[in-house]
């Protein structure tokens, strides 16, 4: 079945430790989107990707990158983890424009120790 | 920009009750709108979707939402809940144009009684 498939669905790190999430797809979707998600709360979108055009979020913090080599696959990457970072990460993708439902992972939950 | 607003932080039914949660939007044109489920732990999975037409629309495990324009609203309804239903709801509006991202509502959760 066509999905959206996140690995690791667990992830411990240290504090300060570089980590990187993936997310992979086989819907051939035009965008990617990442979101972090705490306890209780809605997802907040940290930043997409339409087809190889970079789209961040405004309050999204310097300490989160993200990386699209190909349709496929795209990463989120936390430079340097703080506490505060811990949280469910989700991606999602969709064709492309607001009337397209987007397509969820199962997420990877970030643990920072 | 649109926003979303879910009144109900928790709801608490009984099994086989029946169900409505809230869902209120703004938006300056025609929304697209969504209910989205989340189990503890999982991602969040596509109940149904309003773009246009009849403004009663059928999702997936027995939901059903309804579009008032009048009231701004996309409640959603089940007429017997069962204890599996237990999760998080969210509402999300997407937006005609590109360039406006998808905003969710705070979400409810629905815990169910035996």
């Known amino acids: 079945d066509a999905m959206v498939i996140q690995n690791p669905r667990y992830q411990v790190t240290q504090f300060g430790k570089p980590v990187t999430l993936s997310c992979s797809q086989t819907?051939?979707?035009?965008?990617m989107y990442w979101y972090q998600q705490k306890s209780s709360q809605a997802p907040k979108l940290l930043f997409h990707?339409?087809?190889?055009?970079?789209?961040n979020e405004a309050d999204t913090p310097d300490n989160f990158q993200s990386r699209r080599p190909n349709t496929s696959f795209c990463f989120l990457d936390i430079r340097s983890p703080g506490l505060g970072d811990a949280a469910m990460y989700l991606c999602?993708?969709?064709?492309?424009?607001?009337?397209?439902?987007?397509?969820f992972g199962d997420g990877t939950r970030l643990s920072i120790l | 920009a649109q926003s979303v607003t879910q009144p109900d932080i928790h709801i608490t039914v009984s099994e086989g009750a029946s169900l409505e949660l809230r869902c209120n939007y703004s938006?300056?044109?025609?929304?697209?709108l969504f209910w989205y489920v989340q189990s503890p732990g999982q991602g969040l999975q596509l109940l149904l979707k309003?773009?246009?037409?009849?403004?009663l629309v059928q999702g997936i495990k027995g939901f059903e939402a309804e579009f008032k324009r009048s009231q701004s609203s996309f409640n959603l309804r089940k007429p017997s809940v069962h204890w599996s239903d237990a999760a998080e709801y969210f509402c999300?509006?997407?937006?005609?144009?590109?360039?406006?991202?998808?905003?969710f509502g705070p979400g409810t959760r629905l815990s169910v009684l035996p």
């Open positions: 999602a993708t969709d064709q492309g424009g607001g009337n397209q439902p987007q397509h």
């Open positions: 999300a509006v997407g937006a005609q144009d590109y360039g406006q991202n998808f905003v």
């Open positions: 309003y773009f246009s037409g009849d403004t």
């Open positions: 938006y300056g044109a025609t929304p697209y």
């Open positions: 819907l051939n979707h035009n965008v």
């Open positions: 990707y339409y087809d190889k055009d970079f789209n």
